[in-house]
Structure formats: C-alpha cells, structure tokens
C-alpha cells in the first residue's frame, strides 16, 4: 500500500470485491451514550463506562441484558471482567481490543460491525472511559520516569531514552516536514482550533463550551513541544462514551433512526509504529489515512465532494489538516491554504469538520465523541447540524494504523 | 502458621500504580479500621465483592455499605510451595473464605499451617498490618 | 545542547537478540546499521527478517559513516510533556545519514536557534556517569 500511495494509484485488482463486503449497508450504529465531559469527574472510569453504556442502551431502546459484544482499542485501563460483572450483561459472547491507539478509533466500529455482520454477536457495545484530565494522562514525560527504567520494546529504544516520550513531539517530526515542505504556516495552521472552538459554542457538552477563543488567542498561545503550541494539542477530558452497533435488520425494532455504515476501513501500513513513520520515502504524508479513504470511497461508491460532513481524529491540529489533503477534500500541500480564514471548513463550507468541536474543543474521547456526532448529523440532532446530510464520515487517529467510516440514514 | 514476609520486598498493594478505584475506597477504609465492608446494592439488596460501581442484577448506581461479621467458612484454598513474588516466604496458603453474608473473599490464615486446612473449616476474621501504608483481612480458626 | 539533569536516570533502551549488534556498537562508540547483503540495502531499526526479500539470514551489521542531514525535529519547550530528565528546552532530530536511513536522536553543541531542516551533521558518543553510552548529533563542515 506504501507503492500505491506513492503512485497515488489505489489498486482495485487486489481488494476484496465490494460484492463480498458484508458491513456495507447491513450494519448500523443505533446508540449513542456519554457521560458528563469534565476537567475532574472524581469517580472512577469503571463507574464513568457503566453510566454511558447505560445511556446508550436507554438510547437504542435496548434492554442491558440484550448486549452480547465488547468492542475497545489497546491503552484501555478498564477491566473487561468488571465491566461485565458490574453490567450484568449475561450473555456476552464477542470481545475485541484493537491494536493502534488512536487510529483504532473507527477500526473498532469496524471490528464491532464484522461481528454482527457475520453472526458472532447481536448487539455489540463500543466504549471508552478516561479519566485523562484528573487522572492518567497518556503519553506524559514524567510516566516513563516513574514506571519504566526501561524501554517497553525494542523499536520503543530507539526514541524514548533521546526524551522523545510523547505522540505530540513523534508528530511533530513529520508535522514540520509537512510545513517544511509545502509552505505552511503557523497563521493557517491556527484556522482549525479557532474554527472547531467556534463549533463548541453551540455544543453545551463541550468542554469549551462557554470559552471562544480568537484566531489572535491561538497564536499567542504558548508552544508545548515546538512546532505544536497549547491550543494546537487535544484537551484532557473525564468521561465516557459508548455506542452500539447492530444489523439494520434488527435496528427497524429499535428507537432511533439508524446510521448505517456505508463503508468501513482498516489499514496497518509497512513502516509504522506509534507515529514514528520515519523511514518512508516521504513522511509529510499520511499512508494510513489516504489508503482508509480510497477504501471508503470505492465500498461507499462516492468520492470526497459526496461526503456532506466530517469528523476526523485530531489530537493536534496538523493531524486534522493533513487528512483534509489525504482524503481528497483539497489537493495535496494545499492544506494550509484550504483552511485559512476557516470558512471552508465551517458549517456552509466545502467540508464541515469536527461540527461538535472535535478533540481539540469537544473532548479527546479517543475518538468515541466524533463517532457519536457522526452519528449525530446523520440522526438531524447536532448542535451544529449540516444541512440534509446523506453521508457522514468518521475517521481514526494519523499516523499510527488508522480507520475509517462513513454512515448513510 | 502465618505468612511471613520479606522485609526488603514490597507487598504488591491495592492501589495499583497509586490510584485506588474510589469504589474500592470504602473496603480499605474498612480494613484499616479493622472492619470487612460489604456493598449493598440500595435498589435490590443485593451484596457485593469486590465492589463495583453498578449492580449486575439492577443496574441500579446506588448502593450502601455494610459491616460483615467477620466469620465464614473455608471454600477453597491453595498451598504455594514456591513463592510467585519475592515479598512472600513459601509455604503458605490462600483461601478463599464464604463469609456468613454470601460473598466470597480471598485471604490468607493465622496461625493455621497449610496441612491443616479443610474445606468447610469456620473461620473468622482478623486483622493485620503488614506494611506502613497496608492492612489485610486475614482469618483464623474460629473458637 | 542536551544537558541532563542530576538525579534523574536516563530510560534504557530494551536489547533483545535482535538489536544486540546495534547497542553492543554504541557502547564501543561506533554506529553501527543493519545491511541485507541479498537487497543491497540497509535497514533501521533492526528487526529479524529483511522486509524486501524475507531473509532471515542475510542481514549484517555495516558501520555507518556516521554523516547525515538534519531532517526534521520538534522542540520540546514546554514541563508539560517533556522528559523530566533534561534541561528545557531540548531538540529531538531526526538525522537522514548518507546510508538512506534515518535516525532519532539528540543534538550535541547545537543552539535551538541553529537546529534548522537541512543542517549537516555528525555522530559523537558520550558515556555517562550511569554506565550507560549514547549517542548525540553535532554540526559538521558539509
């Protein structure tokens, strides 16, 4: 897949045939939960998971005891076993942790969605529950410090000892080569912060909500490891999000309109690690990312200008602006220029992005929280609802093996 | 017999990587006051351990607590010959204790040598500190 | 410019049989890269089985000139998410060395102000008071 996108030629004769995808258009999303996004929950992330799981359940019109699969990525420090015995969910026969951190955050949609498409499971629950603001923050210096004299794996050797300890600096490294190469400033990067806070105003569950923040604030913001600075960077979030997924079949019985999956993507590229994509020819663009929206559009059979809405995993502003360039939304370098003066990509634009403020201004919910509004602009209940949305696109984390999907009502 | 300890290892402690789950919170205040707290579930009166934050039978997130007696009965036990962690000194038991209120509980005994142990055997609790920052339930033979 | 702070230990990398040859060489101050003699071609980081041919018994280790160009890099500038054991703020490179492939690794006598895209560079090694040997990057004539 490294050739194909060098080539920038995504083959068909060595994909599974659309005919023989049994997620598209089978399977949907029928209920969203969350809890309270705070700076400090003061509650426990088991506590946290059980009440958004309950608010999905409610949400679906669903009974707890009709859940029969788990669904997370890797990095989840819930214990599955408590969660189902605090649950009591009796029937549990379908359990999965995807690998890739932050790119799992629509792979596990995709996982959840094979699971009901080919019969293991009825009813599969997604969930993720941090305590990332008053807790654990993941990726800090100072964890290494304390709970590991040693490099957790060989490949983890040859950076964490240079001080090279958190995703944001890994990205940094082929963010730079980004604006190195294509002229991008920090003026255009400040766009998509300044426009996704704008978005929180509306939404009252955003942790920003209530905070605007001017284009002149996001540059005289401080920088956290240069050349990202404070508000290029997702905030910490307390809470929990879930959402379950079942046949469109079974979904006609339930309360919400479906969102249903068009198509689904998974991708696990060659040099890849935790963001360290450093021996690829070119590392001022996302493989990963490229690759699950050729897959999106040839499943989905559509193209980036059919996509009504977007919500793509940003931990840091970068990672948001060069998907807007790999998902064929603006043309390749042209990612600072496509988001200047934000109106591109607000409510009317060509490509309204993270509409409930995405992880920057919303939560970083590890990506639970762009799935659920997602499914939001699909259902007609956004804060900041896109106009006559048929498709609706989600993606997973950049740099790292990544996913992505796109529903339909 | 008891269990005996290294005194240059550490004990494992519940408040794994520092953070103690906050409904775990009420169990280890019990210890350390000497009690063995139970969760109750407020909606259905459902008894619970280890503590949760929903009740599987409800799915109600209210619950209470109360004080256990402190006596049961040996369900089960195991006897390691070996130590799996360095802080213990082999031989010793874990039992798995069914106290008079219904749960179970891991622990270890006092003044009983692994051999001794039977299934069935009344026990009741008591209570030891075995590091500054650690108390543990321990049961010995009732009577 | 990286300066370690006293007290606070540097992480160790993990070594396992794989990667041995290449830490094994940073100790006797030599850079050492994994070379597949079959594709011609060197690797990094090391692993088991050449990903071009899929050998596993054609890889040895090649010393490096040690010469490259300074490819990217962040600066970690803020406590917030930096390593606690350097002084801020600190340079983290990534060098592409004449062989083709690139490495991270820290700066030695370069100012932030002089860590630009394209700066030619060198490896320098230093032994620290733990016992442990690492290596830094510093300027070079190009």
Wanted: some cysteine; proline content about 6%; hydrophobic content about 35%.
């Amino acid at each position: 897949m490294l050739q194909e996108y060098m080539d920038r030629k995504y083959r068909t004769d060595n994909k599974p045939s659309v005919e023989a995808n049994l997620i598209k258009n089978n399977v949907a999303i029928v209920g969203i939960g969350q809890t309270q996004y705070t700076k400090n929950s003061g509650r426990d992330e088991l506590d946290l998971a059980c009440e958004a799981i309950q608010n999905a359940v409610d949400d679906a019109g669903l009974k707890m005891s009709d859940i029969d699969g788990f669904d997370t990525f890797i990095l989840d420090r819930l214990s599955l076993p408590m969660l189902i015995n605090s649950l009591g969910t009796p029937n549990v026969r379908f359990s999965c942790e995807v690998s890739g951190g932050g790119g799992a955050g629509c792979a596990v949609a995709v996982h959840a969605a094979a699971a009901v498409a080919t019969g293991q499971a009825d009813y599969v629950c997604c969930y993720r529950s941090l305590n990332e603001a008053s807790g654990h923050r993941y990726g800090r210096g100072d964890d290494f410090i304390e709970y590991m004299p040693v490099a957790l794996t060989p490949n983890y050797g040859y950076i964490w000892p240079l001080g090279f300890v958190t995703p944001l600096g890994w990205a940094g490294v082929w963010g730079r080569r980004w604006m190195h190469e294509f002229n991008i400033t920090r003026e255009q990067l400040g766009w998509w912060p300044v426009v996704l806070r704008e978005y929180a105003q509306n939404n009252p569950e955003a942790t920003y909500f209530g905070r605007p923040m001017t284009h002149e604030d996001y540059m005289e913001s401080p920088m956290i490891v240069d050349p990202l600075k404070l508000h290029d960077c997702c905030v910490n979030t307390d809470g929990a999000a879930a959402y379950i997924i079942t046949t469109v079949e079974r979904a006609k019985d339930l309360k919400q309109t479906p969102a249903i999956i068009a198509a689904s993507a998974q991708c696990c590229p060659i040099e890849q690690e935790i963001q360290t994509i450093y021996q690829r020819p070119s590392i001022s663009g996302l493989v990963e990312t490229w690759y699950v929206g050729q897959e999106l559009y040839r499943v989905a059979e559509c193209g980036p200008d059919d996509i009504d809405v977007a919500q793509l995993y940003d931990p840091y502003s970068i990672g948001g602006i060069i998907q807007l360039e790999e998902l064929g939304f603006c043309e390749r370098g042209e990612g600072g220029k496509f988001v200047e003066g934000g109106d591109n990509i607000r409510i009317d634009g060509k490509i309204p992005c993270n509409t409930a403020g995405g992880l920057l201004s919303e939560a970083y919910l590890h990506g639970w929280n762009l799935v659920i509004e997602g499914v939001r602009q699909i259902r007609g209940t956004s804060y900041n609802q896109v106009k006559d949305v048929e498709l609706s696109m989600v993606t997973g984390g950049p740099g790292v093996a990544s996913s992505g999907i796109i529903l339909r009502r | 017999m008891t269990v005996e300890y290294n005194p240059d290892q550490k004990i494992p402690h519940p408040a794994m990587w520092g953070v103690l789950y906050k409904s775990s919170t009420p169990f280890w205040e019990g210890v350390k006051n000497k009690k063995i707290m139970l969760q109750k579930c407020k909606s259905c009166g459902n008894l619970l351990n280890p503590p949760r934050p929903m009740c599987p039978k409800c799915q109600s997130q209210e619950n209470e607590w109360i004080t256990a007696k402190g006596t049961g009965k040996i369900y089960s036990w195991v006897t390691f010959n070996e130590a799996p962690h360095p802080a213990f000194k082999a031989p010793y038991a874990a039992v798995l204790v069914e106290l008079d209120e219904g749960p179970r509980i891991v622990s270890n005994m006092v003044d009983v040598k692994p051999e001794d142990l039977e299934i069935g055997m009344a026990v009741e609790v008591t209570f030891e500190d075995v590091a500054e920052d650690l108390t543990l339930p321990k049961f010995r033979k009732a009577g | 410019m990286v300066k370690l702070i006293e007290g606070i230990p540097i992480m160790r990398p993990y070594i396992d049989l794989d990667n041995q040859g290449y830490w094994d060489a940073v100790k006797n101050h030599k850079l050492v890269l994994q070379y597949c003699t079959k594709c011609n071609r060197f690797i990094h980081p090391p692993r088991p089985m050449c990903p071009t041919c899929r050998s596993q018994d054609t890889m040895e280790w090649k010393e490096s000139s040690g010469k490259g160009i300074l490819y990217s890099y962040v600066m970690f500038t803020s406590p917030k998410m930096a390593y606690p054991a350097y002084e801020l703020p600190y340079a983290v490179v990534l060098v592409e060395l004449e062989e083709g492939v690139r490495i991270v690794t820290n700066t030695h006598e370069i100012e932030p102000d002089e860590v630009q895209i394209g700066l030619p560079v060198e490896v320098m090694f230093e032994d620290l008071p733990d016992g442990q040997t690492v290596y830094r990057f510093k300027k070079r004539e190009a």
